[in-house]
């Protein structure tokens, strides 16, 4: 069976979509959050394309189309280093771009970078030479970051055994090959090396001059819908914040333009997750046809250049399968655990300043206390290489936020982890006081 026939038999009807007609509109939380969308970005930031709406079962046939124009924008532009962080800029210094990096706290304005890179497009040639050093350099700092120090270094630390007389070892009697106990402990010593990497700045938003924290929410809201709708593994919905906030971090954002980086991250990580991720026309209809097909491949183009093709991501939801496996949790752990990162998402405010595996395992023993479990034991401490310490501001920080859930205007998350499959776990209510860590690690 071919890609084609596979995405039509598997799209055809969705749900809430009567006998499987594609121009139903989506369902009307996403509709609502339009609505929010459209106060952030004001009046300049509403343009609508010309012409009928792209409906799903046209935009499906476009799959191949979306991905070739794409190929080819970047292609054309990727040598024109004008509209990238100083610090990209001056790592290339043969494309005469030093005179356009932005010296001011390392920023630049993405509607200045737009157009730049639709000037040089228009100009044509000059971009070939640049696009294969540029890219072969992300490239190669993808395949080897760090080098084979980190995980040396963290195998001689750990060596995969027991450290504690109380440490339980999670990885015995595995047959599955898909866990490939051989190499595990290395694997999350790997990621842990790379957590800062791709950490955005935490106070990128100081030097936000049109946008928020306040509208980053709203948009993550949207985003938690759109990964809903398009039935997106889950992963791919944290890849796509993690890729805003990096962008954020080295551009200047008006509020115009905010859903569209939105937008364009989620495009991006559905590439990187997806077996089969939704074409550019899909993210065209999803928001209602306030951005061209054309802005967003443009957008893409850009966040590609501004992250330096560096697509790699180390997640809260990286770390959270080991963490949970060490707390031998069940379904219901696994799904308020879920739920209590999912949350954390929306507020950048209080969370960027944690790394990922920091917020991962808050979230585990939140989730423990919640459900009358010890909070904190010796095999977690050793499978997360923390101390209660370490994660014990981040403990409260994810408690107040789960207890102030249901008080918040954006609902996204609590209603998608209120359905069935989710085992109602949104709607449980979360102890009256937070884990209780000091007697945890003294136990």
Known sequence: MDRSTALEMARTKRPGDPEGNPE??????????????????????TEKAAGKRITRSQSRTKVS????????AAEVTAGDTSDAPAKA?????????????????????????LQNSAAATSAGGGGGGGSSSSGGGGAAAMAVPGGGTVVAAAAAATGGTSVGPAHINIDAGQSDPHVVV????????????????????????KKQRDINHGMRTILVDWLVEVAEEYKLNSHTLYIAVGYIDR??????????????????????????????????????????????????????????????????????????????KAAAADDRTRHLTQY???LTLQDGERYLKYRPSVVAAASVCVTLDTLQLPCWSATLQHYTELQPADILGCVRDVFLTFCSADKVQQQAVREKYGEDKFMHVSRLCPSQHPPDLDNASNA
């Open 340 to 342: 209590l990162m999912e």
């Open 24 to 45: 139903v509109a989506l369902r009307g939380g996403i509709k609502n959050k339009r609505a929010a969308l459209g106060v952030i970005k004001g009046e300049n930031g």
């Open 89 to 113: 800029a001056a790592t290339d210094a043969g494309a005469g771009a030093a005179g356009n990096a932005v010296a001011n706290a390392g920023t630049m304005d993405v509607d200045g970078a």
């Open 247 to 324: 962008f954020l971090s080295e551009m200047s954002v008006n509020r115009g333009k905010l859903q569209l980086v939105g937008v364009t991250s989620m495009l991006l990580a559905s590439k990187y997750e997806e077996i089969y991720p939704p074409a550019v026309d899909e993210f065209v209809y999803i928001t209602d046809n306030t951005y061209t097909r054309d802005q967003i491949l443009k957008m893409e183009n850009l966040v590609l250049k501004v992250l330096q093709f560096d697509m790699g991501a180390v997640t809260a939801y990286s770390f959270a399968e080991r963490f949970l």
């Open 65 to 72: 189309t979306a991905t070739d124009v794409a190929g080819a």
């Open 182 to 205: 051989e190499y595990v402990d290395e694997i999350y010593s790997y990621l842990r090396g790379l957590e800062n990497k791709f950490r955005p700045k935490p106070g990128y938003m």
